[in-house]
Nanobody, 119 residues
Framework: QVQLVESGGGLVQPGGSLRLSCAAS????????MDWYRQAPGKQRELVAT???????NYADSVKGRFTISRDNAKNTVYLQMNSLKPEDTAVYYC?????????????WGQGTQVTVSS
């Protein structure tokens, strides 16, 4: 059974930091591209950051220079370090793992973790 379990969300003041974690099980984690998405109330889910199986990263313009995505294949975990948080970063953050090869096709989501940036 595949599971992606996020943790690390919470309430933080503007300018603060949080680190989200997503622990994966039931998949060959090192082969998967991993993403973080977020969805604010009344808005569509948006892509925040991606990290490929090879370690290449990309970020949404709104978080460049403030957020860092990383992965630890030994721990089957992907992280999102969020610094200089703003109220507009408030959202439910979702972990997403995906792969498409001749042999393996997979697309999985975590349950989400709430991040609230407020004074």
């Amino acid at each position: 059974q595949v599971q992606l379990v996020e943790s690390g969300g919470g309430l933080v003041q503007p300018g603060g930091s949080l680190r989200l974690s997503c622990a994966a099980s039931g998949i060959i984690f090192r082969m998967y591209d991993m993403d973080w998405y977020r969805q604010a109330p009344g808005k569509q889910r948006e892509l925040v950051a991606t990290i490929s199986s090879g370690g290449s990263t990309n970020y949404a313009d709104s978080v460049k220079g403030r957020f860092t995505i990383s992965r630890d294949n030994a721990k089957n975990t992907v992280y999102l370090q969020m610094n200089s948080l703003k109220p507009e970063d408030t959202a439910v953050y979702y972990c997403h793992g995906h792969i498409r090869t001749i042999v393996i096709v997979g697309d999985y989501w975590g349950q989400g973790t709430q991040v609230t940036v407020s004074s």
